[in-house]
Structure formats: C-alpha cells, structure tokens
C-alpha cells in the first residue's frame, strides 16, 4: 500500500516526469451500448472497434447486451460485433442483460425486494448464456457481470448471503468460461471499504474483479479508499483489473434527479491517473469510455484525443 499511497502523493503535489510520458498506458475498454446504437451501420461498429485498437486498446467490454425492456442487441447484431472485433485483432467480453430496476431496489424506491429481482437476474443471465451461439466465437474472451457492486448496498449479512447466492448461481451456470464484475467505493458509506466487502464473498466464486476508480465522480484521492483492496488481491495473488474513468462529472445543480452528465476528463489527469493505476498491480486498464469521452462527441473528447495520441506516440 505505501507505494500507491506515495504515487497518489506525487501526483497530487505534480510530478517532475515529462507530463507527455505515461506511466502505463490504457490497454482496454469499455463499449456502452445506448438503444441510438441499434441504428449504428456497420461501417460504424467497425470503426469503433478499429478506434479502439488503434489506441492500443484490444480487450474490450460490451457493457450489456440488453437493458430490461427498453432495447436488446441481437444476435445477429453481436455476432458482427465479434466479427469486427476479430478483425481488428481484438478481443471481446459479453455483458449479460442487465435490469435497470437495480439501483432504484437496491436504494428502497423500487416495487421489487432484492431477493425478487435478483432471482429474476438470475434466470435471465442464465437463459441468456443457455442460448447463446457466439460464446464460441474466436473473439469472444467471456461473459462480464453488468451488476455493479458497491460496499455500502451489501453492508448487512442477509443482503450479503443473498448477493453470494446470485453470484454462485450466474457463474456456475457459465461455466468455465471466464467472467468478470465491476465494483466501486461508494461515498454512502465511508465506514466500510470494498475490502470489507470483499472478504465477505466467497474466494471460490471464480469472478475476476475490476476495480472502478471513481476520479470521474470523486477525483484522484479516490485511490486512497482503493488502496486496501488492491493491497489486498497483490498478497493473495488475485488478478484484477482497473477501470480508469476518462469522465468528468459535471455538477448536478441543475439536473434532473439521477441525471448524469459529464465532459472528457483533461489530459493532465488522466495521465495521473494512470500513474496510481499502474502503481496499483492490475493486470488491465479498462478505459471508462474511449466513446464517447476520447473518440465520440462528449465535450473535450477531441483534446483528450490528441493529447493521448501524442503521448502514445511518444512511448512507441
């Protein structure tokens, strides 16, 4: 941990490196489907995938490939996913169907209890998996768990057992295929970390984690609250990966509750970012997301881009 915690000092105080050279580069990323996306022509997809690789990014995370009722990626448009991604010389991880409904439950304000909608994730992971025809696609590289898990919403140990039960069930009917999950420190609880919920879990699941790094939202001292966690996966060996957030949030003062808007984050801090990140012992640095906050429209994606290809080049 002290060498994290004197990284996150350094870059906090500014480093007297050439701020054009990165620590580490990013290496991954994640593609988050919207229901717009279902109009993209190939052409489109292509070019993503082919952003992606050209910026040194070949392991890439389809978020979900369906968002409850609201839109769902086809088969048909999944198996031209893996086509482009194999074509770019790519790799990509499947996001299971996600239920939006699950933070609104998890928080109270939801029609369902935990055990109801975690029952029926359940079974649509699993159908889902069942019939899947592209799992044995050359680029496909595993299934990736869409439920976001943080320490504050599985604090008390009946939402714990239930959490584990979810899990167990969802891997084991992947498989041996690999499977990964995403998780964050949430503020709403400043007493528990994501090392207390980690020991809560069983180490027989057989999910790898990837470890949000909250500076979107929270800023570099993030990492600080991260530190036990990572301490924790290099003593036991644990590979994980980091998901580093190329977001800045916006404020919220004048959004619609839960809303959510954010610019391209500055150069500068992303490269600070990367420094905690590959001082952190993660294998991968999963960009959070090259589109739309480096290659799409998102404001300041255009300088994100130049200054991070300027600094690629400078590493070639």
């Known amino acids: 941990m002290a060498g994290l915690a004197g990284g996150l000092l350094l870059c906090l105080a500014g480093s007297a490196r050439d701020p054009w050279r990165l620590a580490r580069p990013l290496d991954g990323s994640f593609i988050q489907p919207w229901r717009d996306d279902l109009s993209l022509s190939s052409t489109k997809w292509a070019e993503r995938v082919a952003d992606a690789r050209r910026l040194g990014c070949p392991d890439l ?21 893996l086509d482009f991604v194999l074509a770019a010389g790519c790799r990509l991880q499947l996001g ?12 109270g304000r939801g029609a369902r209890t935990r055990a109801a909608l975690l029952a029926a994730a359940s079974e649509e992971c699993k159908r889902f998996m069942a019939a899947a025809p592209f799992a044995g696609h050359p680029a496909f590289a595993g299934w990736y768990m869409p439920y976001e898990l943080d320490q504050a919403s599985w604090a008390k140990p009946e939402d714990v057992a239930a959490l584990v039960a979810f899990l167990r069930d969802v891997r084991q009917a992947g498989g041996d295929t690999p499977m ?51 301490a924790h996966l290099r003593a036991f060996g644990i590979p994980f990966d980091v998901v580093v957030e190329l977001f800045a949030q916006k404020p919220a003062d ?13 150069f500068a801090r992303l490269s600070a970012q990367l420094d905690l990140a590959a001082a952190s012992g993660a294998e991968h640095l999963i960009a959070f997301a090259l589109h739309p906050y480096m290659t799409g429209p998102a ?12 600094a690629l080049a400078l590493d070639q």
Do not use: K
């Open 61 to 81: 995370i389809l978020q979900w490939t369906r968002h409850g009722s609201d839109y769902t990626l086809d088969g048909d448009l999944l198996v031209r996913l």
């Open 96 to 107: 299971l169907p996600y239920d939006p409904d699950y933070w609104a439950v998890l928080e």
């Open 180 to 230: 990964a999950f995403s998780c964050f420190h949430s503020r709403n609880d400043p007493g528990r970390t994501l090392l207390d919920l980690w020991r809560a879990l069983p180490p027989d699941l057989g999910l790898r984690p990837m470890i949000q790094d909250g500076v979107g939202v929270f800023g570099l001292s993030n990492y600080r609250l991260l530190a036990p966690l990572f």
């Open 254 to 266: 004048h959004l619609e509750p839960g809303a959510f808007a954010a610019d391209a984050a500055p």
């Open 299 to 310: 404001p300041g994606a255009g300088q994100l881009l130049a200054s991070y290809g300027r």
